[in-house]
């Protein structure tokens, strides 16, 4: 077997690994998760919950009441690269809009660390925001 025919077939091999672990993830990122905050007078506790079908709820719960952001997601996975996309996430007090393109840094068991490294318009002036989640059992 030359080089090239094993290069084809790792590759292939790659790609066949790769696509179901997609669904894989957008599995694991199913349900409700506890926002850590680093901000020493936070404006209230933050938790997201994914409904696995591409809706995340946002829910700021503060000392005035509650207040609710709901948006689309979207996992999009690749052999090398796991992002997460948020749509239509309105501002909360004290708090960004989730809105844009976040690389998944670390998500195993009942932790993910994201980081927003663009908005969905390619612009990136601006859109850093570190979202790390513990899931709430």
């Given at each position: 077997m030359n080089s090239k025919s094993l290069i084809i077939?790792?590759?292939?091999?790659t790609i066949l690994v790769a696509m179901p672990s997609c669904k894989k993830l957008a599995d694991e990122l199913k349900g409700t998760w506890n926002?850590?905050?680093f901000d020493t007078k936070p404006e209230g506790t933050m938790q997201?919950?994914?409904?696995?079908?591409?809706?995340?709820?946002?829910?700021?719960?503060?000392?005035?009441?509650?207040?609710i952001d709901s948006c689309?997601?979207?996992?999009?996975q690749?052999?090398?690269k796991k992002r997460l996309i948020f749509r239509d996430s309105d501002m909360l007090p004290g708090y960004d809009?989730?809105?844009?393109i976040y690389r998944?840094?670390?998500?195993?068991?009942?932790?993910?660390?994201?980081?927003?490294?663009?908005?969905?318009?390619?612009?990136?002036?601006?859109?850093?925001?570190?979202?790390?989640?513990?899931?709430?059992h």
């Open positions: 077939i790792l590759l292939a091999c926002v850590m905050t997201i919950t994914f409904d696995g079908n591409s809706t995340a709820v946002r829910i700021l719960d503060t000392e005035t009441g509650m207040k689309t997601y979207e996992v999009i690749t052999p090398f809009h989730l809105n844009g998944i840094d670390k998500m195993k068991g009942n932790v993910i660390v994201t980081t927003r490294t663009s908005y969905e318009d390619g612009e990136d002036g601006g859109c850093y925001y570190r979202l790390e989640m513990i899931r709430k």
